[in-house]
């Protein structure tokens, strides 16, 4: 598959480029990026199809697909035991790169738990002390097998919130390790490549998570770092997307001004910057309102909360990407966690037909980014 993909690519140089895109790559494209998140329809298709769901993008100009890549679902084989020659899977990841990919839509992985149980502190499969040795091994794999495809690495998935790296006590710590060996490893393989520090939740929650810029403050102490941007989930479910959250750490679509401020600052101080010595840019990696389940909102009310939340995001010259989470309603166990504007059957909602109001527009006005043009699409056996 891999050897498809890179003929796929070869290929596509070849192709005639339409006047004026040539010498115009696709990251160069101005305007907030609109993104969207659904590893249910877009990896798994355990929702909607897979094609239907890359439809419904176009329709709100999508031009980034935020992935999960959980490293213990791609490990083989699954043991107790660490294999002696592990390998990985990326069938899922391929198929779904060259389906985007006939779209003009570019994918971002985040490179997270959990991790198999051989990697972890308690050898359960988890996020509990991920071994680090292990995590540069599954970055390694798979930056070597993107290479000049994948454009964007996220590590790690809110390593602020205790279910997602623990002890919580230490995750600064150990997020700091997990970040540091990612990094490295990303970008001697690719060097174009560029990596997103944080993934960070949004506020503090007693006993289970820790406020964003407490938890940045701590990953500083340690040293100074590089990165290319700053990744976060700017969620406030009880609220309008302009509510000031309370707490000097916590940071909300309303109170991004927090994080803005914070990023300049460590800039400043040489702490916190681009390779290029800048501060770095914001991109708000998932966002959304719930549907239903606890915290529901009112259709009607939830497609004004949806649609000011990307215009507060567009106003904001730090914001370079909003990720709506999710597109279709999930089933099995991530039912509870429901921000999605289609039903299960991929009917649109009143919340995802306002948000595709409001990216038509946005494009019309030139605010936002267009997806890239479309690659040919091959056929699978290529």
Do not use: C
């Not at 930056?143 to 279910?163: A, C, M, T």
């Not at 707490?247 to 101080?269: E, H, I, P, Q």
């Not at 010259?317 to 039912?335: D, F, N």
Request: charged fraction near 25%; aromatic fraction near 12%; hydrophobic fraction near 35%.
């Amino acid at each position: 598959m891999r050897d498809r993909l890179r003929n796929a690519i070869v290929l596509a140089a070849l192709v005639p480029v339409p006047l004026g895109l040539a010498g115009s790559p696709a990251h160069a494209a101005k305007g907030m990026e609109v993104a969207l998140q659904d590893d249910g329809t877009f990896v798994t298709s355990r929702g909607i199809a897979r094609d239907r769901g890359l439809e419904l993008a176009d329709e709100l100009h999508v031009s980034w697909l935020r992935v999960n890549l959980p490293w213990a679902t791609v490990v083989k084989p699954r043991k107790k035991k660490r294999p002696k020659d592990p390998h990985f899977d990326f069938t899922s990841y391929d198929g779904l790169y060259n389906a985007a990919a006939a779209h003009g839509i570019k994918l971002e992985l985040t490179l997270m738990g959990p991790a198999p149980r051989w990697a972890t502190g308690n050898h359960k499969r988890g996020n509990y002390k991920p071994r680090v040795k292990y995590f540069r091994e599954f970055v390694k794999a798979t930056v070597s097998h993107f290479k000049g495809l994948i454009e964007r690495y996220d590590i790690w998935q809110e390593p602020n919130y205790y279910s997602w790296l623990a002890p919580n006590r230490r995750a600064a710590k150990t997020y700091r390790r997990l970040y540091l060996a990612a990094y490295k490893t990303i970008k001697e393989i690719d060097p174009e490549a560029k990596v997103f520090i944080g993934e960070t939740a949004p506020y503090s929650i007693y006993g289970r998570a820790m406020a964003p810029l407490k938890f940045l403050r701590d990953l500083l102490k340690l040293g100074p770092l590089k990165a290319d941007g700053y990744a976060h989930h700017p969620y406030d479910f009880k609220h309008k997307p302009n509510y000031r959250y309370p707490g000097k750490d916590n940071v909300t679509m309303g109170t991004l001004y927090r994080l803005t401020k914070a990023l300049n600052r460590y800039a400043a101080s040489g702490r916190l910057e681009t390779p290029d010595g800048k501060p770095l840019d914001v991109y708000l990696t998932e966002y959304g309102y719930k549907a239903r389940g606890k915290f529901k909102v009112r259709e009607k009310r939830r497609a004004k909360y949806l649609t000011r939340g990307f215009q507060i995001a567009l106003n904001n010259p730090h914001v370079r990407q909003v990720v709506q989470y999710l597109l279709a309603r999930p089933i099995g166990r991530s039912k509870f966690f429901d921000t999605s504007i289609v039903s299960k059957h991929g009917k649109r909602s009143r919340t995802f037909k306002a948000l595709a109001k409001w990216a038509s527009k946005a494009a019309a006005n030139k605010r936002i980014a267009d997806p890239a043009q479309p690659e040919p699409n091959y056929p699978p056996n290529y």
